[in-house]
T-cell receptor, first 115, second 118 residues
Framework: AQSVTQLDSQVPVFEEAPVELRCNYS??????LFWYVQYPNQGLQLLLK??????LVKGINGFEAEFNKSQTSFHLRKPSVHISDTAEYFC?????????????FGRGTSLIVHP | GAVVSQHPSRVICKSGTSVKIECRSL??????MFWYRQFPKQSLMLMAT?????????EQGVEKDKFLINHASLTLSTLTVTSAHPEDSSFYIC??????????????FGNGTRLTVT
């Protein structure tokens, strides 16, 4: 079974500063990786995904993530954050398991952007 | 595209009553839907996976008689919390995957339902 670890439960940062949210995964087979964002009292919205090909993936709202197979990581980055980026961010991994698609989510990282 | 509508967004009910939450895929056919429960400041806990026309597959520890899931059509799945108790108060989120999408496709999420049982 696959698992996802988001090492930081909370990341405070000042506006316009760069940020990195860390995600590591474990799996015995190839994986697909996703980052989702959740604003208060809302569902999740896809930020970006890695399926194959280029290891640097660009998503919405200026976010990007890099897949590192040797380190089993998929860290999310943004060079300059805005107040509006304050939200909960979830890393997710999926594999084909018995013909079903069962995604696994990390515990989430709360990004808090201060003015 | 790929919009999932979840209703209601908030519901307050008395202990002992039942509550139904609807999850609809508006512009695609959802052969598989997932129901999650989220506690404050925590990740999503998968409750069950439902496939259209078949019984839902519940995760370990989830009471299937308490959380009734029906996926009667390709665009609608419902979660009914029966005989709700205050400990059932939580944020419930549905998500869907389209039939033509592969296992590498992302999930499309509803906006969640905040259930408060008094």
């Amino acid at each position: 079974a696959q698992s996802v670890t988001q090492l930081d439960s909370q990341v405070p940062v000042f506006e316009e500063a760069p940020v990195e949210l860390r995600c590591n995964y474990s799996s015995s087979v190839s994986v697909y990786l996703f980052w989702y964002v959740q604003y208060p009292n809302q569902g999740l919205q896809l930020l970006l995904k890695y399926l194959s090909g280029s290891t640097l993936v660009k998503g919405i709202n200026g976010f990007e993530a890099e897949f590192n197979k040797s380190q089993t990581s998929f860290h999310l980055r943004k060079p300059s954050v805005h107040i509006s980026d304050t939200a909960e961010y979830f890393c997710a991994v999926s594999v084909a398991s018995g013909g079903s698609y069962i995604p696994t989510f990390g515990r989430g990282t709360s990004l808090i952007v201060h003015p | 595209g790929a919009v999932v509508s979840q209703h209601p967004s908030r519901v307050i009910c008395k202990s002992g009553t039942s509550v139904k939450i609807e999850c609809r895929s508006l512009d695609f056919q959802a052969t598989t839907m997932f129901w999650y429960r989220q506690f404050p400041k925590q990740s999503l806990m998968l409750m069950a996976t439902s496939n259209e026309g078949s019984k839902a597959t519940y995760e370990q520890g989830v009471e299937k008689d308490k959380f009734l899931i029906n996926h009667a059509s390709l665009t609608l799945s419902t979660l009914t919390v029966t005989s709700a108790h205050p400990e059932d108060s939580s944020f419930y989120i549905c998500s869907a995957r389209g039939g033509s999408s592969g296992y590498n496709s992302p999930l499309h999420f509803g906006n969640g339902t905040r259930l408060t049982v008094t």
